[in-house]
């Protein structure tokens, strides 16, 4: 009865924030509706100057499919290489393609003109992207028939068919909905009651520890439930997506992460005085957690003694098992040893949180 009444203390708290109740459904709207038309790997709009030495009809064809293609921003034919060159000092260009004098003479003889691509690698993703996308359009212009022999490989794609970007994102954006939502809230729960004084009233009460951590926890674990349907939704109504897998691993999925991520909360706000004070410690630890997860870049890419930190993640095992399941629509023993994981990192943490709560009586 004691769990009951301490629930409903919670529910009334939340209930009565003016903010709190509008950022809990507002949040997963805006991030699901506008980051995957914006977290996006795929480099466009890549500014292209030409300097065409050649001025023949294949050096102008080769001009026209630089043009036409959708990565890049045609910012027109310059008369030398050293004036492309200023245009890219000046952050009016990226990349340079420049045509040799010999280029259809070249072509007519069978041989292989050496076309010049110098790219501005200040921005190396957008510099490195940019010219393997004009290298391709490139090849399939001064070697016809390696294009040729290219058209004639198939290649079978078995999951995200259409390679759309939002499909990959959409799950890893779940998992920062849950990390902010589940983590901070919890956080500054506790660390508000201290400031106000009102956890003073449970400090000297013969409510065990446990009851009230888990008291804590359990309208967190709600509002988890509550944000992964908005987002499931949103996904569907907005841009189609369903998921390939079970929705129910996707919603257990979700319950780990919020396990641990409330329980760490709880940690931080027991150790916290101020609100300040938790907020800084809590976001030093997630964006940690977050870069060194495998959202946006593959773990494998790390250094070796960076990737070692994966096996302690949460946040890895959740976004691996995750995509497992929405992309690929992996069953429960797909993704066991990920949740194995969680539950074990996730019960480590609220044995933790209830450890680090101290009372006064």
């Not at 977050?290 to 960076?306: C, K, V, Y």
Request: glycine share 6%; net charge positive; hydrophobic share 50%.
């Amino acid at each position: 009865m004691t769990l009951k009444y301490l629930l409903q203390k919670e529910f009334l708290q939340i209930r009565r924030n003016a903010f709190l109740p509008k950022l809990i459904g507002a949040f997963p709207i805006v991030i699901m509706c506008v980051m995957p038309w914006v977290m996006s790997m795929e480099v466009k709009n890549i500014r292209v100057s030409v300097v065409d030495n050649d001025r023949s009809t294949l050096s102008q064809q080769l001009v026209h499919s630089i043009e036409a293609s959708r990565y890049f921003i045609f910012s027109g034919q310059k008369p030398s290489y050293r004036a492309a060159l200023t245009e890219i000092e000046q952050g009016k260009a990226d990349v340079v393609v420049v045509v040799p004098p010999d280029f259809s003479k070249d072509r007519v003889k069978g041989r292989q003109p050496q076309v010049l691509i110098a790219a501005n690698a200040v921005n190396g993703t957008k510099g490195s992207m940019g010219s393997a996308y004009l290298s391709q359009i490139v090849t399939r212009s001064v070697a016809p028939t390696g294009a040729d022999i290219q058209s004639g490989i198939s290649i079978l794609t078995l999951y995200n068919k259409h390679q759309n970007y939002k499909l990959f994102m959409i799950p890893a954006l779940l998992a920062i909905v849950m990390m902010l939502m589940t983590g901070f809230l919890p956080t500054l729960n506790i660390v508000g009651e201290k400031e106000t004084g009102t956890i003073e009233q449970i400090n000297v009460s013969p409510v065990p520890k446990w009851v009230f951590i888990l008291s804590k926890l359990i309208p967190y674990w709600l509002i988890a439930l509550f944000v992964v349907t908005v987002c499931l939704v949103l996904a569907w109504a907005v841009y189609g997506l369903k998921p390939a897998g079970s929705v129910w691993l996707i919603y257990l999925l979700a319950m780990l992460l919020a396990l641990f991520f409330s329980s760490f909360g709880l940690i931080i706000s027991n150790y916290s005085d101020t609100m300040q004070q938790a907020v800084f410690v809590m976001w030093f630890f997630v964006v940690c957690i977050l870069l060194l997860s495998g959202l946006f870049t593959p773990t494998r890419s790390m250094p070796a003694w960076a990737y070692l930190t994966t096996y302690v993640n949460p946040m890895h095992y959740f976004i691996d098992a995750i995509r497992t399941v929405f992309i690929r629509g992996g069953g429960f023993h797909d993704i066991a040893h990920q949740v194995y994981a969680l539950f074990g990192i996730g019960l480590l943490m609220a044995f933790g949180a209830v450890k680090s709560y101290k009372k006064n009586n």
